[in-house]
């Protein structure tokens, strides 16, 4: 397993406010960390009171300018960073492996994908279109319009900084609303680097910016401040939840993209080698830190043997590595902190009476690695069946009636994803039906793409990124009585 950074220089990320990149007024910093070598590669600047006084008055300025620009015109400017983005995709997808550990072709493929996202809504913020009603009356009619609800506040997580900003700040600045973005301070590099292409292509000074500091006292002061209108949150549900009711209190709009623990339903008849493959691809991607990530795999027992081994062989065959190396199949976990969760949560299964097929230990060496696990016939009182692992763990149960799996799939709070591997029609029918979730695969894995929906129920969030009318999220209706008398 190599361990080599392959970071050209040191990171330097500032704020981006009022169109100028600027550490924060403070001087306060932070380390950006290698998770393969667990070394420092450079600094990220933190912004402080008075920098969000600065961003918010600047988002307030900017959303002005902004909204006046042409739908067509913002589109060109739009189409620009987008285009920037492809041409930077190696660059700032290296920048990405290295602060965040995933292997850089999913890096520089992110980046890529990113740029779609930047398209898709430069041409939706195009047919934003109003409607004319007829009048009850000879003499009146009712009109309406699509307007920018106003500055909105973006947070987005340190999994995907890259195509989990550009949702937001895409679908924003396409609907001519300015947009704050907080980045994460784990993997603030390449989200910086997202914001520099939108300001390089010519939107405005103001229309974008980009925080980094204290979560919560960022969070706190743009959700509370009467300038900011929406609030786009991806992210853990505890911090979802708290953030949500935050808004509530001030009655502003919000999207709430949050966690899973999505349940994958294998029947007696589902194809074992598509299945194996898919999920294992799915499972292990990104180190497991993905909302996504397959969990709870719930095998009909007469098929229940065959697919652990599949999977397990599966599993030890990953190379598992620094994500620069190009034999790299899985890359470290982010941080310690996510290391210690893992080993916590496989060793309590372990003490519950799951069976250890195969991983369960930390990698020898520098790095937060931990080995592609499977756990088998874990009971569902194990933390893990419990609490979103975001880890490389895949728990696996066996049943033998239908019904019961799909009670299980729904017996947790969560409501993002699902996976269906079956044959049978009447299978598909009962489970896509019966499970409770935003988004269900079926003999497939997700492959997350602008032009459709993203989003999750229950304990998941509401609002959805994404397709035809994630633009609307920054869109409010307008409604104009007129009468000709």
């Known amino acids: 397993m190599e361990h080599r950074a392959r970071t050209p220089s040191p990171l330097d990320v500032r704020l981006l406010i009022d169109g100028v990149w600027r550490p924060g007024a403070g001087g306060a910093t932070l380390p950006i960390v290698n998770p393969a070598t667990a ?16 961003a918010v008055g600047a988002a307030a300025r900017g959303f002005v300018e902004w909204r006046g620009v042409p739908p067509f015109d913002r589109a060109r400017i739009l189409g620009r960073a ?44 195009k047919r934003c279109f109003g409607q004319m009603i007829p009048g009850r009356t000879a003499d009146t009619n009712v009109l309406t319009r699509l307007e920018p609800i106003g500055p909105a506040a973006a947070f987005s997580p340190w999994n995907f900084p890259v195509s989990q900003s550009v949702k937001k700040l895409a679908a924003g600045l396409a609907a001519g609303c300015s947009v704050l973005l907080k980045g994460p301070e784990e993997a603030p590099a390449a989200c910086a680097e997202l914001i520099r292409a939108f300001a390089d292509a010519g939107v405005p000074a103001g229309a974008v910016g980009l925080l980094y500091g204290n979560p919560s006292a960022i969070s706190n002061y743009l959700i509370s401040h009467p300038v900011i209108r929406k609030v ?14 935050l808004a509530g209190t001030h009655m502003k709009r919000v999207t709430m993209e949050l966690g899973g623990h999505a349940p994958v339903i294998i029947c007696d008849d589902a194809d074992l ?78 003490s519950a009476g799951a069976d250890l097929v195969c991983g369960g230990k930390r990698i ?35 049943f033998d009636d239908l019904a019961d799996a799909i009670t299980e799939a729904n017996r947790l709070p969560y409501g993002l994803a699902a996976y269906v591997f079956t044959r049978s029609i009447r299978n598909e029918a009962l489970i896509t039906e019966g499970v409770e979730a935003g988004m269900i695969a079926l003999n497939s894995i997700f492959s997350s793409t602008v032009e459709a929906p993203f989003g999750g129920i229950k304990d998941s969030g509401y609002g959805t990124e994404g397709g035809t009318r994630a633009i609307f999220n920054f869109l409010s209706e307008k409604m104009v009585t007129r009468f000709f008398g």
């Open 364 to 398: 020898d060496g520098p790095g937060y690695f931990y080995a592609p696990t499977v756990l088998g016939e874990v009971p569902v009182t194990a933390r893990a069946m419990n609490e979103e692992p975001f880890g490389p763990i895949a728990l696996m149960r066996s």
């Open 232 to 245: 786009s949150f991806t992210g853990s549900v505890g911090v979802g939840k708290t953030l949500a009711a």
């Open 39 to 54: 070394e420092p590669i450079g600094l990220v600047a933190l912004a402080a009171a008075s920098d969000l006084r600065d």
């Open 82 to 125: 987008a285009d920037l983005l492809r041409q930077r995709a190696d660059v700032i997808g290296a920048m990405l492996t290295s602060e965040q550990g995933k292997p850089l072709a999913q890096a520089v493929h992110e980046v890529s994908r990113s740029a779609d996202t930047i398209d898709w809504f430069a041409e939706e913020g």
């Open 273 to 350: 080698e598509l299945a194996t493959i898919s999920l294992a691809r799915m499972k292990f991607m990104n180190a497991g830190q993905v909302c996504l990530a397959p969990t709870r795999f719930l095998i009909a027992r007469a098929v229940y043997s065959e697919f652990v081994k599949r999977f397990a062989a599966l599993a030890q065959s990953l190379r598992v590595g620094d994500g620069h190396a190009k034999d790299t199949d899985m890359g470290p976990l982010v941080s310690q902190r996510r290391l210690k969760v893992i080993e916590s949560l496989v060793s309590d299964a372990v």
